[in-house]
């Protein structure tokens, strides 16, 4: 029941199946699918930015679907549903349970997702991933941005359902025996952002409907000529995003507690500095949406408050980095894939944050604000922390799936060629910014340093592409071809294989 | 525990101060003037000397454990809970 892919099914009984492995295979299956086509929209952006002037994407409009489509196709359609694939398969397990408390409720938040893709690409919307008004609520072309806007609806609503699964699980479904102090940092890590998903979600449901209704002419909330706030959108929308970034992060970080301990063979340095920074970091969430509204003309007492809730996020995330490191300290660590993966995040990670202080110190957000600094600082949160925890994970759970070894070389030449890639990408984008160069433009003046710092860019992204390509193929390959895997210790780790090897076991125990 | 909060409250602070004193240092009197820009781009120097000083720091330590603790280093010797079966779990 375990090895899906090991015992031939009929496709239709898994995806008819409401068991949490086979949940959690469909949701890894179009995780990817979706990974792999907003990856090709963002080597085209970058091909196109390889040099002043239109390249071959047409015209501007164009452009704007392409970056609008691949960061919602990024955020709502691969990270978000990762994640809940890897609740899915672990979380049962961690808390010894014999599936999610409400497996029905779990497909239904699954099946939510395909036609809200759906929305969302063939929409191919064209105001950005957060569709800022008042050109949102007024001017955006339909059907694409209705299709946008009812489908994120739907993509909250799997959220919201997938969460309450994992909380109710987690605390009322876990063995009577297993105490939630002794509930893995994983299962905390899901616990946490789920907590967050729902108390956050519910804000940018309510905006959705505001613009929808703004954009039928029936209300003017965020419209000026009727008396609207646009920026209200922006504080509605940031008060559920921001706290969302650590909805995405707080799972990986949960991963790479998983992956860490394992393959350096010590038990993690202190599970509860781990808890005590989990909820801390949840809470913190709360108090910082309004530092990407420093330059809208905020009280100077409103921006001291929110840089200081934006800075307690430092301590709470430092305690991860130390723990890891700590962690790893006198271990015996071995470097297979998933544990590459996973220190590489950590490097990221690091990088990620000191970069977000300088955004938080206000003086300084004027000078990155809508630059190119803060989408290389965002980038190395969503792809050099959350999708470097997430395919570390990945190689990590592919026994566990397949009941095969995915090929540790190509393995390991997908990492070292998406960390150059990223780091060629995104630090650039950092010192792009420094040098004025603002986000989401179609074209750019003919400066020299603008002009290298794009094609580094592009260099990069090719890299990208090229080691996403080896994934893909690792992927197919290894499993329909690859080498059976030993499933009493498939890394040669000198132990078993822990939470998947005990899921063999049809009660999880 | 109760250490390592303490030492991580002194480290915000200690960013934190700086940064606020440069927001009054505009102040509100007429008369008054800084030169906005100069000011910013010297917090945004010393700030990124800061990040660059503790991401080097950080960033050296993460590289010297995966090269002293890595099991192919010859001075790698099983961890104490290798073998027990605590592992396992």
Redesign the interface.
């Known amino acids: 029941m375990v090895l899906e892919l090991q015992k031939p099914r009929p496709i239709w009984q898994i995806m008819f199946s409401t068991h949490h492995t086979d949940i959690g295979l469909l949701y890894t299956i179009m995780s990817l699918a979706f990974l792999f086509m907003g990856g090709a929209l963002a080597l085209a952006i970058r091909v196109e930015m390889f040099s002043p002037g239109p390249q071959f994407i047409a015209d501007s409009m164009t452009f704007n679907r392409i970056f609008t489509v691949h960061g919602t196709n990024m955020i709502f359609l691969f990270l978000l549903p990762f994640a809940s694939a890897v609740g899915n398969y672990f979380i049962p397990i961690m808390v010894r349970y014999k599936d999610m408390a409400y497996p029905k409720l779990n497909a239904i938040a699954f099946w939510m997702l395909p036609p809200a893709a759906a929305l969302v690409w063939l929409g191919f919307a064209d105001f950005g991933w957060y569709a800022q008004p008042p050109y949102s609520a007024i001017s955006a072309p339909s059907p694409a941005a209705e299709m946008w806007i009812f489908g994120l609806k739907i993509i909250g609503v799997s959220s919201i359902l997938g969460a309450i699964n994992f909380i109710v699980t987690i605390l009322k479904c876990k063995h009577p025996d297993l105490p939630l102090s002794k509930v893995p940092l994983l299962g905390w890590s899901f616990l946490s952002s789920s907590l967050i998903v729902l108390v956050a979600i519910p804000t940018f449901a309510a905006a959705l409907l505001m613009l929808l209704t703004d954009r039928l002419g029936v209300t003017g909330f965020f419209n000026p000529a009727m008396g609207g706030d646009p920026i209200a959108y922006s504080h509605l929308f940031w008060f559920t995003f921001h706290p969302e970034v650590y909805v995405l992060v707080i799972p990986a970080i949960g991963m790479m507690y998983e992956i860490i ?2 393959f ?4 993690i340095f ?1 599970h ?2 781990g808890v ?1 920074a989990f909820v801390l970091l949840s809470i913190v969430s709360f108090a910082s949406w309004a530092h990407h509204m420093y330059a809208t003309g905020m009280s ?1 007492t409103e921006k ?1 408050v929110f ?2 809730g934006t ?2 996020a ?2 709470a995330s ?2 991860h ?2 723990n890891f ?1 700590a962690t ?8 297979s894939t998933p544990m590459m993966w996973s ?1 590489g995040g ?2 990221l990670f ?2 990620a944050g ?2 977000g ?2 955004n938080t ?4 957000d ?2 990155t604000h809508d630059s190119y600094w803060v989408v290389g600082h965002f980038h190395l949160f969503v792809f050099g922390t959350i999708a470097f925890g997430s395919f570390g994970f990945l190689y990590y759970m592919f026994p566990f799936i397949t009941g095969r070894m995915y090929n540790e070389l190509w393995g390991k030449v997908h990492f070292v060629l998406i960390f150059i890639g990223a780091v060629l990408v995104f630090f650039t984008q950092h010192i792009l910014g420094l040098y004025g160069m603002p986000r989401r433009v179609f074209d750019y003046p003919e400066i020299p340093e603008w002009i290298a710092m794009n094609q580094i860019q592009a260099v990069g992204a090719v890299l990208l592409g090229v080691g996403m390509t080896i994934f893909l193929v690792n992927l197919i390959y290894s499993s329909a071809k690859g080498k059976e895997a030993n499933m009493e210790d498939p890394f040669g ?4 294989y ?1 939470y998947p090897y005990q899921a063999k076991n049809p009660h999880h125990d | 525990m109760k250490n390592i909060i303490g030492l991580f409250m002194v480290l915000s602070i200690l960013v934190i101060l700086p940064t606020v004193q440069i927001v009054f240092a505009a102040g509100d009197e007429a008369g008054e003037y800084i030169d906005r820009r100069v000011e910013i781009w010297n917090l945004f120097f010393r700030m990124m000397t800061v990040a660059f000083v503790v991401g080097a720091v950080v960033s050296g330590t993460l590289i010297w454990l995966i090269w002293r603790f890595r099991e192919s280093n010859p001075k790698a010797t099983p961890t104490k809970y290798e073998g027990t079966g605590e592992l396992d779990r």
């Open positions: 301990p394992r350096s063979r010590k038990p202190s509860s500095s005590f100077f001291t840089m200081v800075l307690a430092v301590p430092a305690m980095v130390f490191l790893m300290w006198g271990g015996r660590a071995k470097y220190v950590i490097a690091f990088s000191a970069g202080v300088v110190a206000m003086p300084l004027f000078i780790l000198g132990g078993k822990y």
